[in-house]
């Protein structure tokens, strides 16, 4: 991992574990706020991904013992700490500086340093030369350089840009979830897992699935469309269905049947006279996501009889006769100023 902005970064505080915390301790923060902060937690919220980045950072530094030895020394070298090298003897303060600094480094690199005589730059002061066991620069070694290049190493090589594409599913895949695969243009091809409750249009990111290159892997950005439903309507998290009733029904009042997700049915009463085009609520029912769960709306359509024998139309206006009904245009009229 490059370690240019070891300095800028406190991986302690991204955890939330003290400076000694234990490998066990480090383990138990990382994967309590990496379930937090999943992408696959949070579709779409980019906020969370970047905290994401940062816990994952964190914890691969911290975890390795290695890394976090290189890490912990690195900011103790820039938390304020000064080292003075001059041309006293034995007790001044230049020995003293000098060899602070070495002990610094000397458990920094294991033990890989040696003091030679001579001045850091000039005659009679204490010289300090390191080497390092494995053969290359100790300062590449330290910031993931080379033997000849900058302190911190190589310019990092960019991330190859993310890859886009889009699959359509149907109404129910989407309310439900459901996992298929995903083929890219390169004709490598990827399994992928479509979340419950996902939205017409909603973009979800598969991590280092798309193009991989010098400076590592770029994401899988994947829209995703719904086919429309020829029962049910969508409206954020709650769902609408329409539904006929007969004349009597409306008239009476009834306990009516009405489809409901996953292949289930509800039952509401119709009640004696309703107005026609009211929403009837089934709380719970609608979409579900991780996050909410929305609700049924239920509403009665009066489906008129298209054909009537000579019989069932006497009846009907005897029917209206009786049901003694006022003129239902009056008020609209009214109103309309006619």
Do not use: C
Not at 56 to 81: C, F, N, W
Not at 182 to 210: A, E, F, H, N
Not at 240 to 251: D, N
């Amino acid at each position: 991992m490059a370690s240019e902005n070891w300095l800028e970064k406190d991986f302690y505080k991204v955890l939330g574990v003290s400076k000694d915390a234990s490998d066990e301790d480090i383990k138990k923060a990382y994967r309590k706020l990496a379930r937090k902060y999943h992408p696959d937690q949070n579709p779409g919220d980019e906020a969370a991904e970047r905290r994401f980045k940062e816990i994952s950072e964190a914890h691969t530094v911290l975890a390795d013992p290695e890394q976090r030895k290189q890490y912990d020394a690195i900011r103790a070298m820039g938390s304020g700490a000064r080292f003075s090298a001059g041309a006293g003897g034995a007790g001044g303060p230049g020995a003293g500086g000098s060899a602070g600094f070495e002990d610094l480094l000397g458990d920094l690199f294991g033990g890989g340093a040696r003091r030679s005589r001579g001045g850091f730059g000039g005659a009679g002061g204490p010289r300090m030369q390191y080497t390092s066991t494995g053969g290359g620069d100790p300062f590449a070694d330290l910031f993931g350089g080379a033997g000849g290049a900058s302190p911190f190493g190589q310019p990092r090589q960019p991330a190859p840009a993310d890859v886009e594409t889009s699959v359509t599913i149907d109404f129910a895949e989407a309310l439900e979830g459901t996992q298929l695969r995903v083929s890219q243009q390169d004709g490598r091809s990827v399994t992928m897992r479509i979340p419950q409750g996902v939205r017409d249009g909603q973009k979800v990111r598969l991590r280092g699935k798309g193009q991989t290159g010098p400076g590592g892997s770029s994401d899988l950005i994947v829209t995703v469309h719904v086919r429309p439903d020829p029962v049910f309507t969508r409206e954020g998290d709650d769902l609408t269905v329409h539904v006929p009733v007969t004349v009597e029904e409306a008239a009476l009042g009834a306990v009516i049947t009405a489809p409901a997700p996953g292949g289930k049915i509800v039952k509401l009463r119709l009640k004696a006279g309703q107005e026609p085009g009211t929403r009837m609520r089934v709380k719970g029912r609608g979409v579900t996501t991780k996050k909410h769960t929305g609700n049924l709306y239920v509403i009665p359509q009066v489906q008129v009889p298209s054909e009537l024998s000579e019989e069932a139309v006497e009846a009907l206006r005897r029917f209206t006769e009786l049901a003694h009904q006022p003129d239902v245009r009056a008020d609209l009229l009214r109103e309309a100023g006619v």
